[in-house]
């Protein structure tokens, strides 16, 4: 009893030092945030911080990690899934978890946040789909390439401006716009393709 009361301790402590430490970040640079007022404003002693993290920079690496560590388990299940390119629920899955974490997402996709992550992520979902669009899409390996960098660029914009707005729509219902936006992309891509085939060949 006395272990699980430690780490429910443990949790609460990191919990609100990432929060706190996000709210500082929208006011000031992390160069200047300073491991007593991020104390102070956790309201935990010096020490409990030390015990857990070296510095303000090590406590946001490790935010950004946790992210990221996060992001590549959902893209395993949807690497996973044979029938679909984005399975809706996963993508729900993936919206909840922003909602969750909403000020940390928030932060690193703004400017203030730096672009270092966000590269990696996008690196991320590269090695992820990049093998399989071309058989799950019918795309060829030049097409996969342009496919990936609209799916992520627009993912992101969605993301951003879902974020922007304040969550107003629910996770079900970001993950069904996304569905419902990459369906009408794929059914536009094949009815392009029905129009530049060849007729059929006359009877002889």
């Given at each position: 009893m006395r272990n699980e009361k430690n780490d429910r301790r443990v949790r609460y402590t990191k919990m609100i030092l990432r929060q706190k430490l996000i709210e500082l970040l929208y006011q000031k640079d992390i160069s200047q945030v300073t491991v007593t007022e991020l104390c102070e404003a956790a309201d935990i002693?010096?020490?409990?911080?030390y015990?857990?993290?070296?510095?303000?920079?090590?406590?946001?690496?490790?935010?950004?990690?946790?992210?990221?560590?996060d992001l590549s388990d959902y893209l395993d299940e949807f690497q996973n899934?044979?029938?679909i390119l984005l399975p809706l629920t996963v993508i729900e899955k993936i919206f909840e978890y922003i909602q969750e974490n909403a000020n940390e997402c928030r932060y690193f996709?703004?400017?203030?946040?730096?672009?270092?992550?966000?590269k990696r992520i996008m690196e991320l979902i590269y090695d992820k789909i990049i093998e399989i669009l071309p058989e799950r899409m019918n795309v060829s390996i030049k097409e996969a390439g342009y496919l990936?960098?609209?799916?992520?660029?627009g993912a992101l914009g969605i993301v951003q401006?879902?974020?922007?707005?304040?969550?107003e729509s629910s996770p079900k219902e970001m993950a069904a716009i996304m569905m419902d936006l990459i369906q009408g992309m794929m059914t536009g891509k094949r009815l392009i393709r029905r129009e530049k085939a060849p007729p059929d060949a006359p009877p002889k």
């Open positions: 002693n010096r020490a409990t911080f015990a857990h993290f070296s510095d303000p920079y090590d406590l946001l690496t490790k935010i950004g990690e946790d992210l990221y560590s899934e044979e029938n996709l703004s400017e203030r946040g730096g672009i270092q992550l966000r990936y960098a609209f799916l992520v660029f401006r879902w974020l922007e707005e304040g969550l």
